[in-house]
């Protein structure tokens, strides 16, 4: 199986910055696009990032400008530098990852950090 564990979360005040980091283990053969995601309360999970393995990057359109994505494939880590932030980018941030385990193709997801922005 495979485990993904993000950290880096935490409470900071508007126009702030925090790097979320996502480290994935277990038995991978090989790791794809990873990425971030985010729900606020009462509202849809909304992708925020992408990366694929060769670094081919896509932003959400409220994030583009503010939010870097970044991973390293060597540590099988994906990270997200959030600068400027606002009020509505609180929200559990959620990392996925495209993997195979023996031979098998699924997306994995991570448990979550909050990240609440508020003076």
């Known amino acids: 199986q495979v485990q993904l564990v993000e950290s880096g979360g935490g409470l900071v005040q508007p126009g702030g910055s925090l790097t979320l980091s996502c480290a994935a283990s277990g038995s991978i053969s090989r790791i794809f696009q990873m990425g971030w995601s985010r729900q606020a309360p009462a509202q849809q999970r909304e992708l925020v990032a992408t990366i694929t393995s060769r670094g081919t990057i896509n932003y959400a359109v409220s994030v583009k400008g503010r939010f870097t994505i970044s991973r390293d494939n060597a540590k099988n880590t994906v990270y997200l530098q959030m600068n400027n932030l606002k009020p509505e980018d609180t929200a559990v941030y959620y990392c996925?990852?495209?993997?195979?385990?023996?031979?098998?193709?699924?997306?994995?997801w991570g448990q979550g950090t909050q990240v609440t922005v508020s003076s």
């Open positions: 996925n990852a495209f993997a195979t385990v023996s031979g098998e193709y699924n997306n994995y």
